[in-house]
C-alpha cells in the first residue's frame, strides 16, 4: 500500500545533542510537510517542500532544519535540541498544494533527557 | 488567521448515540478537510468539503458547511468505541497554500 513512513517512531535523545528525524513516501507526491504536536494540541507546520523548493515558517525555531534529497524522502534535523522540542513529530505528504487532502505518517516521539 | 476553531473541545457519548462537532474560521475558504487522529497515530483525512458545497456524505459522517457563517459540522451517526478520537478541522485558501489545525475535539465513545 502506498504510505507515509516515519522512522523511528520514539527518538529518545539528550538535551543538546542533534538528532535526525526520517519521513519516506510511496505516493510519488510533491509536497512533504513536518508538522510539531505537543500534547493536546494542534499540529504546528514547521516547513514544507515543494519538490526541491523549501518553505519555511516565519515562527520556525533556526534549530529546526530539514532536507528533501529526493522525492521519497524527508529529514527533520534539530540541531541543539531543547527540553521544550519534546513532541510529536508528523510528516505528510499531498500530491500539490492546492488544497488536496494530506496523507500523514504515523509521527516520532521524541523525548529530550 | 486561517485557523479552524472546533467546539466542543471535548465530547463524550454512549455507542449508538450521535456524534456532533462544530468549526469555526474567519477567512474565506476553498475547502475544509476533516481529520481523525486515534491517539498516538497520524492524522488521518475524513473528508474534504469545497466551499461551493452545502452538505456532503461519507458512510456514517455527515459533514455541512455554511460559508455565510463561517462555519462547519461533522456529524458522526451510530458511533462506536472505535470512533474514539480527536477530531480536526482545517480550513484551506489557496492564498495560504497550507492547513491550519484547530486544537481539535475529543471525542470518547464508550461501549
Known amino acids: 500500500d502506498a504510505m507515509v513512513i516515519q522512522n523511528p517512531r520514539y527518538q529518545v535523545t539528550q538535551f543538546g545533542k542533534p538528532v535526525t528525524l526520517s519521513c519516506s513516501q510511496t505516493?510519488?507526491?510533491?509536497?512533504m510537510y513536518w508538522y510539531q504536536q505537543k500534547s493536546s494540541q494542534a499540529p504546528k507546520l514547521l516547513f514544507h517542500?515543494?519538490?526541491?523548493?523549501?518553505?519555511n515558517e516565519a515562527d520556525t525555531p533556526d534549530n529546526f532544519q530539514s532536507r528533501r534529497p529526493n522525492t521519497s524522502f524527508c529529514f527533520l534535523d534539530i540541531r541543539s535540541p531543547g527540553l521544550g522540542d519534546a513532541a510529536m513529530y508528523l510528516c505528510?505528504?499531498?500530491?500539490?498544494?492546492?488544497?488536496?487532502?494530506?496523507?500523514f505518517g504515523d509521527g516520532t516521539r521524541l523525548s529530550i533527557l | 488567521s486561517q485557523q479552524g476553531e472546533e467546539d466542543p473541545q471535548a465530547l463524550s457519548i454512549q455507542e449508538g448515540e450521535n456524534a456532533t462537532m462544530n468549526c469555526s474560521y474567519k477567512?474565506?475558504?476553498?475547502?475544509l478537510q476533516w481529520y481523525r487522529q486515534n491517539s498516538g497515530r497520524g492524522l488521518v483525512h475524513l473528508i474534504l468539503?469545497?466551499?461551493?458545497?452545502r452538505e456532503k456524505h461519507s458512510g456514517r459522517l455527515r459533514v455541512t458547511l455554511d460559508t455565510s457563517k463561517k462555519s462547519s459540522s461533522l456529524l458522526i451517526t451510530a458511533s462506536r468505541a472505535a470512533d474514539t478520537a480527536s477530531y480536526f478541522c482545517?480550513?484551506?485558501?489557496?492564498?495560504?497554500?497550507?492547513?491550519?489545525f484547530g486544537t481539535g475535539t475529543r471525542l470518547l465513545v464508550s461501549p
Open positions: 505528510a505528504t499531498s500530491r500539490d498544494r492546492i488544497g488536496q487532502p494530506q496523507h
Open positions: 505516493l510519488n507526491h510533491n509536497v
Open positions: 517542500y515543494y519538490d526541491k523548493d523549501f518553505n
Open positions: 477567512t474565506s475558504i476553498n475547502n
Open positions: 468539503i469545497r466551499s461551493n458545497e
Open positions: 482545517a480550513p484551506f485558501n489557496t492564498g495560504f497554500q497550507k492547513l491550519v
